[in-house]
């Protein structure tokens, strides 16, 4: 299988700023929601669906092959491989601190 870099819908209001932290959601239809927070939004919506690519072409999450996808990566991948509606919205901006 290759990867589709359009799996999932990308929602974010225009008044939001990604470089910013915030607080983001991945819904995955008919399995659940995952609500995360970023210190830069921008870099970390990137980073999941990067965490899909590298769990089809068999690299490891970090350098240290030890350490496994975690359970949202793994949702997301089957998720990506059964065509299930995927959608990541960016919910808010936050100061870092909350």
């Given at each position: ?44 919506i990137?980073?999941?669906?990067n ?48």
């Amino acid at each position: 299988m290759s990867f589709r870099r359009d799996f999932y819908t990308f929602n974010a209001e225009p008044h939001l700023d990604l470089r910013a932290p915030g607080i983001y959601e991945w819904r995955i239809d008919g399995v659940g929601i995952y609500i995360g927070k970023a210190l830069k939004l921008k870099s970390r919506i990137r980073a999941y669906p990067n965490n899909v690519r590298r769990m089809i072409v068999g690299l490891s999450w970090h350098s240290d092959k030890k350490r496994d996808f975690r359970k949202i990566h793994r949702a997301l991948r089957e998720a990506h491989d059964k065509g299930l509606v995927v959608t990541l919205s960016v919910l808010e901006n936050c100061p870092s601190d909350n």
